[in-house]
T-cell receptor, first 114, second 111 residues
Framework: SAVISQKPSRDICQRGTSLTIQCQVD?????MFWYRQQPGQSLTLIAT?????????ESGFVIDKFPISRPNLTFSTLTVSNMSPEDSSIYLC???????????FGQGTRLTVV | QKEVEQNSGPLSVPEGAIASLNCTYS??????FFWYRQYSGKSPELIMS????GDKEDGRFTAQLNKASQYVSLLIRDSQPSDSATYLC???????????FGPGTRLSVLP
């Protein structure tokens, strides 16, 4: 299975500030994704991180709020900007492998906005 | 109609019984199918993948796929309390993009 490292694992942030989450994957991964998971809910795809170009955002998510970078194949960041308590959630980095299209997940970042 | 549907549960089974988890999907062009297990407070963990019609067994887990009926299932034999988790069905249309997750079924295995 692919190895995906994500940090920080958790953070408590003041409203109005921004947090950047980092994700490092191994070379088996071709595509990278960012998900949000609110308590008791399933995964919601935020965007696909594209290497060297703008991310592809899902409906309801915009670049100004969730800027994403992927400067190379194995690294991506998600920033949660101008945070409000409604942004409190778990954010998950995911990578999809070349073999069989399997998706693997980082450990997740538990964000609490106060 | 949602792309991937599952019963939210909770599904409760006694220890040692067979747990049966079901999933339906709407897009006929879907190519690959996965089951993930997610413990509370943890990230999803891949437990089974299946790509062709029929059954695929791995230890106590059996995945079943019926593309004509657009149906995927996961059977867990000899269920253990440690199997208590949320199980997510996922469907991938083209081996990398368009990875869609179902809402998950919460399984509780009672000692």
């Amino acid at each position: 299975s692919a190895v995906i490292s994500q940090k920080p694992s958790r953070d408590i942030c003041q409203r109005g500030t921004s947090l950047t989450i980092q994700c490092q994957v191994d070379s088996q991964v071709t595509m990278m994704f960012w998900y949000r998971q609110q308590p008791g809910q399933s995964l919601t795809l935020i965007a696909t991180a594209n290497q060297g170009s703008e991310a592809t955002y899902e409906s309801g998510f915009v670049i100004d709020k969730f800027p994403i970078s992927r400067p190379n194949l194995t690294f991506s960041t998600l920033t949660v900007s101008n945070m409000s308590p409604e942004d409190s959630s778990i954010y998950l980095c995911s990578g999809c492998s070349r073999s069989g299209g399997k998706a693997f997940f980082g450990q997740g970042t538990r964000l609490t906005v106060v | 109609q949602k792309e991937v549907e599952q019963n939210s549960g909770p599904l409760s089974v006694p220890e040692g019984a067979i747990a049966s988890l079901n999933c339906t999907y709407s897009d006929r062009v879907s190519q690959s199918f996965f089951w993930y297990r997610q413990y509370s407070g943890k990230s999803p963990e891949l437990i089974m993948s299946i790509y062709s019609n029929g059954d695929k067994e791995d230890g106590r887990f059996t995945a079943q796929l019926n593309k004509a009926s657009q149906y995927v299932s996961l059977l867990i034999r000899d269920s253990q309390p440690s199997d208590s988790a949320t199980y997510l069905c996922a469907v991938n249309k083209d081996y990398g993009q368009n990875f869609v997750f179902g809402p998950g079924t919460r399984l509780s295995v009672l000692p």
